[in-house]
Every structure is written in C-alpha cells, then in structure tokens.
C-alpha cells in the first residue's frame, strides 16, 4: 500500500509557495541560500514529524521523504535562478543528482 504516496504530492505541491516564503524572508540578504532551503525543509520535515506521530508513515519513510525533497527543492531552485537570470540551460551548473536526473529520463 501507497500511504505515503499523498503525503508526498501534497508536499511536492506545497514547494513553490515555500520556496516564495523563503526568497520574501530572505530578500535582499546575499548569501541566504543555505538559510532559505533550511527554512523550505524545516516546514517539510514538520510535516513528515505530523504524519509519523499521526501514524501515517513511519520514520524510514518520513527520511526518505524528507531526503529525496531536498532534492526536489534543489532542482526547483535552480529552475527559479537559470529563468530569472535569463541564462542558457548550458550556462546552470546543476547537482549530481540533478545531472544523473537528465542523463537518465524515466523509462530510458
């Protein structure tokens, strides 16, 4: 059974309004990535926290969610910054994760 599989859309849907949360706290403050993405997965990881006490995932899953949206995360961000900085796809530097993700599409 998939009981954790709406826990995680909700959050994946949940990302771009956090994301806006962090970039309005942190505006204007040079150097802030680090404490935007730690305010985008400390809201994540509250709600892997509800969901364990509430039964509806367990503590393995509530990581692996918490893990793989900080990646999620990662990738929107940089999304956000290659298209405000008008720059060419080529000129990103992405992840690790992010580059294994496009040399290796689902189902490919």
């Known amino acids: 059974m998939l009981a ?4 995680l859309l909700q959050i994946i849907g949940m990302l771009p309004g ?4 962090a970039e309005l706290a942190f505006s204007g ?13 400390d809201a994540v990881k509250v709600g892997t926290a509800v969901a364990q006490n509430l039964g509806t995932i367990d503590t393995t899953t509530g990581s692996l969610i918490n893990t793989n949206v900080g990646q999620v995360v990662d990738s929107m961000v940089t999304t956000i910054n290659a298209v405000a900085k008008g720059r060419d796809w080529a000129a990103v530097e992405l992840t690790p994760a992010q ?10």
């Open 4 to 7: 954790w599989l709406p826990l």
């Open 18 to 21: 956090l994301i806006r949360g």
């Open 99 to 108: 580059q294994f993700a496009l040399d290796h599409p689902p189902g490919s």
């Open 29 to 41: 403050k040079p150097g802030s990535g680090q404490a935007k993405k730690d305010l985008v997965m």
